[in-house]
């Protein structure tokens, strides 16, 4: 079996993996990589939860949840539901793109697929974390943020809406990929302000969803670019599922 063959049934090994709601080894190894930050950042906005503190030590575990808390917590958990209301926003857009067809790749209607999927995880979030904001709305007065107009979040993408071929499902899975990335990085910065720690354990695997959504698709930027000849790097089966996989950088031209 060639190399490009065995590349092509590792990744759909993987993908495979994601359609029956199993963990891939790429996920995982993604994953696992955002939660030893993770560990480090929820045990400090942990430990800020629970303890009061002064100049000199940690005091006592507070005794209270306050609403002024909860309202900052609301607050958080509305940077979140944007991302998620974003992330809909763009997979729906490209699931409608001419990228997805066998003369782009073997691969890409399995592709699309996989998108779907994440799709629907990040419907699942969007829910989880309007529930959690409306369970505090009485006391905080805070409003879940409704979705923005799809067009607006394609504005930083003018070039998308013509992508076809191999090269335009190289961009965007190159694309898919740094969204889901930026959007675990974006979780990571707003989770040491949460007051509520069975919140910052939730942010935490949302988070971590996101990787492992970074993981697949940057995995699959890096195959299909390697079975389409869009890359002289080398990629082997091995180095694939290994965790070793470099950031694949896409061409700016897409992006205003």
């Known amino acids: 079996m060639s190399t490009k063959s065995k590349l092509a049934d590792t990744f759909q090994g993987i993908c495979d993996a994601v359609m029956n709601n199993k963990e ?31 100049d000199d030590k940690a ?25 998620e209301h974003e992330a809909i926003a763009l997979y729906t857009a490209a699931a409608g793109l001419g990228v997805w067809g066998t003369d782009a790749s073997a691969l890409a ?51 998308i809406a013509g992508l076809s071929g191999p090269s335009g499902l190289l961009l965007v899975l190159q694309v898919a990929a740094e969204r889901e990335m930026n959007a675990a990085n974006a979780y990571y910065s707003v989770i040491p302000k949460v007051y509520n720690s069975e919140l910052i354990q939730a942010l935490g695997g949302l988070s971590a969803d996101e990787s ?17 000849g869009q890359t002289n790097s080398e990629l082997t089966t091995a ?18």
């Open 212 to 228: 492992a959504h970074y993981g697949v698709l940057n995995a699959a930027a890096l195959v299909h670019a390697a079975l389409s």
């Open 239 to 256: 180095n694939l599922v290994s965790g070793a996989l470099p950031a694949f950088a896409y061409p700016r031209a897409v992006r205003s």
């Open 109 to 159: 209607p399995t592709l699309k697929e996989v998108a779907l999927k994440f799709a629907e995880h990040h419907v699942t979030h969007r829910n989880t974390l309007i529930s959690a904001i409306e369970s505090i709305k009485a006391e905080t007065a805070v409003e879940p943020v409704a979705a923005g107009a799809a067009a607006d979040y394609l504005t930083p993408y003018p070039g």
């Open 24 to 54: 891939s080894k790429v996920e995982t190894i993604s994953r696992r990589i955002w939660l030893q930050n993770f560990a480090a950042v929820s045990a400090t906005a942990g430990v800020v939860w629970a303890c009061g503190s002064n």
């Open 59 to 83: 005091t006592a575990v507070a005794a209270t949840y306050t609403t002024e808390q909860k309202r900052s917590d609301a607050a958080t958990m509305n940077i979140a539901l944007g991302l």
